[in-house]
């Protein structure tokens, strides 16, 4: 049984009392129980104590391994870091040696690009004029073509007027459209 079990037993147990006091057997009962968990509490006691006294010992052995190894370590970080520092050192001149290298080969590529680009830009240019001189020649073929279909027009119309089945005097509602003048046309 727990200490707080005893501890609420004894505080709720009811003793009979008969004529004369108390049940000497319940009595007797309730100090064997406390007499038996207070053997068992220290027992418990004994153990902790002997158990946190083999834990110092071990902690105390436990800081002093701590100690020689932190040494230890302190030795390695700084050998790691005299290490590191000879590393960087040969890191830069390696960098620099590097870099040093790469600006030249950029400098050759960048100038080979710079003539590749030129000479496309020359090329899209040539085109580009290619193309405006067909754009030209295919306006001025279609206005050519746009002038003689509207002389064809006009020529139609005049044969039109000169086979006309109207008489002479139309009305002013028939009219004859011109189609040479630009102004009766939709613009689109």
């Known amino acids: 049984m ?3 079990d005893i501890l609420e037993y004894l505080e709720t147990v009811d003793l009979k009392t008969k004529m004369r006091g108390y049940d000497q057997i319940e009595v ?3 100090f064997d129980r406390v007499s038996e968990e207070i053997k068992i509490l220290r027992e418990d006691l004994k153990n902790s104590v002997e158990k946190e006294r083999i834990a110092e010992e071990y902690l105390e052995s436990e800081i002093k391994r701590l100690a020689l190894r932190e040494k230890e370590i302190e030795a390695s970080i700084k050998e790691a870091e005299e290490k590191a520092t000879r590393i960087i050192e040969n ?3 390696n960098a620099e040696e590097l870099r040093s290298a790469t600006e030249k080969e950029l400098h050759a ?3 080979e690009e710079r003539e590749k680009l030129k000479n496309e830009l020359l090329d899209i240019e040539n085109r580009q004029n290619d193309i405006q ?3 030209n020649l295919f306006e001025h073929q279609f206005s050519a073509h746009r002038e003689r279909i509207l002389r ?6 005049e044969a039109i007027k000169e086979f006309s089945l109207f008489p002479e005097d139309q009305d002013s509602d028939s009219k004859v459209i011109d189609l040479t003048r630009s102004d009766q046309f939709p613009s689109g």
Do not use: P, R, T
């Open 133 to 135: 001189s067909n754009v």
């Open 152 to 157: 064809a027009l006009s020529d139609m119309q």
């Open 28 to 30: 007797d009962e309730i």
């Open 91 to 93: 890191s830069h001149a």
């Open 109 to 111: 590529l960048a100038s």
């Open 2 to 4: 727990a200490a707080d």
